[in-house]
């Protein structure tokens, strides 16, 4: 699939990579949308700020080279082992941060407190890409009235 790599600053290539697997409990999503934000301006021209460039993220082990893009909709194609929120076909909006689900701010439900923090695109592949592999409990459903 053709994706969008970070691989440092002022280094962005639109690259062929292999297509993400579907694993138990998340989904693939086909790709609607992507927005370009502001922080992937600065990454493009300052970076790599939030972006893992010199260890790996230690919830998901990931650093650069890094698919960018993190304001993602897609399209669920393929559904993973276990899983009951979402159905093939679904558009969904996705929730792109990953914590550590253990600490004090976790558990009181301050997940963007987390000093562990993990966000798709800076610590683990985005969606600038055709395709993206996701936790189904960190999707929302856009309601038929929404348009992607
Ligand atoms: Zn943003
Ligand atoms: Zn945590």
């Known amino acids: 699939m053709k994706a969008l790599v970070y691989h440092g600053n ?43 460039g010199e260890a790996p993220n230690p919830v998901t082990g990931k650093m650069m080279p890094m698919i960018t893009g993190h304001e993602i909709v897609g399209t669920v194609t393929q559904i993973g ?9 679904d558009r969904v909006a996705l929730n792109g941060v990953l914590t550590c689900e ?35 409990d960190r999707l929302v459903r856009l309601p038929d009235e929404v348009d992607s």
């Open 10 to 52: 002022k280094d962005l290539r639109l690259e062929e990579v292999p297509e993400p697997d579907t694993q138990p409990g998340h989904v693939k999503l086909a790709v609607d949308y992507c927005g370009i934000c502001a922080t992937d301006i600065e990454e493009y021209l300052y970076g790599p700020v939030f972006i893992f």
């Open 81 to 89: 082992e276990g899983v009951s929120e979402v159905s093939t076909g």
């Open 102 to 136: 253990e600490c004090y701010w976790c558990r009181s439900g301050e997940t963007t407190q987390c000093p562990d923090m993990a966000a798709v695109g800076f610590a683990i592949d985005g969606g600038l890409a055709e395709r993206i592999v996701w936790r189904a």
